[in-house]
T-cell receptor, first 117, second 113 residues
Framework: DTGVSQNPRHKITKRGQNVTFRCDPISEHNRLYWYRQTLGQGPEFLTYFQNEAQLEKSRLLSDRFSAERPKGSFSTLEIQRTEQGDSAMYLC???????????????FGSGTQLSVL | DQQVKQNSPSLSVQEGRISILNCDYTNSMFDYFLWYKKYPAEGPTFLISISSIKDKNEDGRFTVFLNKSAKHLSLHIVPSQPGDSAVYFCAALTTSGTYKYIFGTGTRLKVLA
């Protein structure tokens, strides 16, 4: 169990540029989540995959955001034409297949801190 | 529409005393609740959870209480230690739904030595 891995840890970009983040979940975790966190707020749900299927996407997410999880393994989150309001910590989390109510939990990566100048 | 609320942004407690962090929710469909702890520049880490079929769950120094009628849960840390200083988030989900975790805004706990 090597944990959830996210790359890069930090990204500084200019407004209008595209950025892509990668998340490698814990092996055998079939569910993968993306969250965004800004200062003073809790993690805000962006999207969620079960295997390669994207099951839900937040209505708060504009069309500039897209996520993929090819083959149900790693996932990428792309933000096109970045805006200063996109500056945040982007968190990835994964979870085992549901095996009983009392084992349900998310395992988070360390996040990617995005700064849009 | 904030479905999970933590109304206390911060809390200071003396070392050795009890820390009580509170969380309220509005969605009656939530049936599973969790507490996470977060240090700066790290992702949240799981602390403890509780199903709606229980009203208390204990793990070492951490106890979570659930009051379904009041739609309220609390995390008790006894005794509090300086290493407990962090931001604490409660989260809720509906296990019969899409397993979307909804997080509160967090409470920053500072344990004073």
């Amino acid at each position: 169990d090597t944990g959830v891995s996210q790359n890069p840890r930090h990204k500084i970009t200019k407004r209008g540029q595209n950025v892509t983040f990668r998340c490698d979940p814990i092996s055998e975790h079939n569910r993968l989540y993306w969250y965004r966190q800004t200062l003073g707020q809790g993690p805000e749900f962006l999207t969620y995959f079960q295997n390669e299927a994207q099951l839900e996407k937040s209505r708060l997410l504009s069309d500039r955001f897209s996520a993929e999880r090819p083959k149900g393994s790693f996932s990428t989150l792309e933000i096109q034409r970045t805006e200063q309001g996109d500056s945040a910590m982007y968190l990835c989390a994964s979870s085992l297949p549901h095996r009983g109510l009392f084992n349900e939990k998310l395992f988070f990566g360390s996040g990617t801190q995005l700064s849009v100048l | 529409d904030q479905q999970v609320k933590q109304n206390s942004p911060s809390l200071s407690v003396q070392e050795g005393r009890i820390s009580i962090l509170n969380c309220d929710y509005t969605n009656s469909m939530f049936d599973y609740f969790l507490w996470y702890k977060k240090y700066p520049a790290e992702g949240p880490t799981f602390l403890i959870s509780i199903s709606s079929i229980k009203d208390k769950n204990e793990d070492g120094r951490f106890t979570v209480f659930l009051n379904k009628s009041a739609k309220h849960l609390s995390l008790h840390i006894v005794p509090s230690q300086p290493g407990d200083s962090a931001v604490y988030f409660c989260a809720a989900l509906t296990t019969s739904g899409t397993y979307k975790y909804i997080f509160g805004t967090g409470t920053r706990l500072k344990v004073l030595a």
